[in-house]
């Protein structure tokens, strides 16, 4: 409509849609390749912006890159606090790694582990049930304002970042 339309990418959207598990999985590879095909007339009609350097070579052209990361915002570490324990900020999701991170937490004999972010109630309880069988406390303080899930955070004794091999997180 003659506006101009700026696209900020904060995904590799065609990797994400290989591991929907709301999406039948003999379409997920096929809406992939699409979503990677729109990717390129996108930028075509629009300005991209990208959130990480790895993005880059979903496109045919050179796009700026805004890190999506904090630079410089983080609270200072505290001593470790042992009711937070082991912490993992972020979406909640299987894809994301949480339960292998439960169960290696348990194994390492870590006593507590703090979760925050968007949980679906089932991989929730089954976060629950797998830190129950390994005797590791589990807490989840979902979707927090920034500023006080870093303070959380930077108290924790250790961080995880346990993403899986997917198209989406390489």
Known sequence: FGRRVVFDVHENVPGQFTTKDWLPRRIRRPLARLLGRLLRIAERRMDITLAEEGYRELFAQDHPVFPNYLQGDAPTPRDPDPTVGV???GDVTEARGLLPAVE??????????TVMGRCKPEFQQRLLEAASRHGLQLRFRGFLDPSEALAIAAAGRLGLSPLLETPNYR
């Open 87 to 89: 912490v993992y900020l």
């Open 104 to 113: 290696a937490a348990a194994a390492a004999g870590v006593p507590t582990m």
